[in-house]
């Protein structure tokens, strides 16, 4: 760098593990990936995620779609508890102000039709990030992440892996 500012462009690590059936059609057709888990490596702000964050309209507008079909099923795994007591709930960054084109305001899952975003996450300190443990961690933060992200995965068209 030539600037006299010698200080780091980037001061944290992202790792994104997304549904292998996704690899091509990421590069190819801009796709979104599907959903998948996020891990965020920074101090003071690190987090374990999992979900799909912002994608592009026409993933969107088919989560959208599934919702409206089977909201009970959504349902089923963002307002569940133990689900709740870990994550909060679905982060509710960038969400509409009224539901989208093509649905009534007083749609029943009009209140999930206004996010443009499906994710759930949980900080890390900085001691759990350091800790020996980390990967187990990660495991257990994953494990509780994987019915929305194959529910999210499914209502995109991609099944859940039969083997690894």
Not at 2 to 13: C, E, G, R, W
Not at 33 to 41: E, R, S, T
Not at 46 to 62: D, Q, T, V, Y
Not at 109 to 134: E, I, K, Y
Request: charged residues 25%; proline residues 7%.
């Amino acid at each position: 760098r030539f600037s006299k500012d010698k200080s780091p462009y980037k001061t944290n690590l992202g790792v994104w593990l997304h549904h292998r059936a996704t690899e091509t059609g990421i590069r190819k057709e801009g796709g979104s990936g599907g959903a998948g888990f996020y891990f965020h490596l920074e101090p003071g702000a690190g987090f374990a995620a999992g979900g799909l964050w912002m994608p592009p309209p026409s993933a969107l507008a088919r989560l959208r779609e599934a919702i409206a079909e089977d909201q009970a099923g959504f349902e089923r795994i963002v307002l569940a508890p133990a689900f709740r007591r870990r994550f909060g709930g679905l982060t509710e960054e960038a969400m509409l102000t009224r539901t989208p084109r093509g649905y009534a305001s007083d749609h029943p899952a009009a209140r999930w039709l206004r996010f443009r975003s499906f994710t759930a996450s949980r900080p890390l300190t900085d001691a759990q990030l350091l800790d020996r443990r980390l990967p187990e961690r990660l495991e257990r933060e994953y494990v509780a992440l994987l019915p929305l992200v194959r529910w999210l995965n499914a209502a995109l068209g991609y099944r859940a892996a039969a083997r690894r």
